[in-house]
């Protein structure tokens, strides 16, 4: 198992900046797909970002191309998001999701696995 900690949410006026952080704990943190979604009121968790167990692949949500970027660092145990030109339409909760060895790429953008608490982001002049 893995347990999931965000942070780095906040409030930032449109054309900003924010760098999420999710630090994870257990041994096989590094045999993980990890991903970022991201839930508004009324809707369910959406598909943003994902990244292999290596770093080596990524793949982004059409919303999130260009502006986004994940990353990790297996030593630290962490998943980045650094989201840049940021707009309204960006705010929602922002959740890291873990799933087990092997997931092809459609099953890491499903909204299953583990997942940490959320940090809430708020794009807003």
């Known amino acids: 198992q893995v347990q999931l900690v965000e942070s780095g949410g906040g409030l930032v006026q449109p054309g900003g900046s924010l760098r999420l952080s999710c630090a994870a704990s257990?041994?096989?943190?590094?045999?993980?797909?990890m991903g970022w979604f991201r839930q508004t009121p009324g809707r369910g968790r959406q598909f943003v970002a994902t990244?292999?167990?290596?770093?080596?692949?990524?793949h982004y949500a059409d919303s999130a191309k260009g502006r986004f970027t994940i990353s990790r660092d297996n030593v630290k145990k962490t998943v980045y998001l650094q989201m840049n030109s940021l707009a309204p339409e960006d705010t929602a909760g922002y959740y890291c999701?873990?799933?087990?060895?092997?997931?092809?790429?459609?099953?890491?953008?499903?909204?299953?696995?583990?997942w940490g608490q959320g940090t809430q982001v708020t794009v807003s002049s």
């Open positions: 990244i292999s167990w290596n770093g080596g692949t990524t």
């Open positions: 257990g041994r096989t943190f590094s045999s993980y797909a």
């Open positions: 999701n873990a799933k087990a060895p092997g997931v092809t790429l459609d099953e890491a953008m499903l909204p299953r696995g583990y």
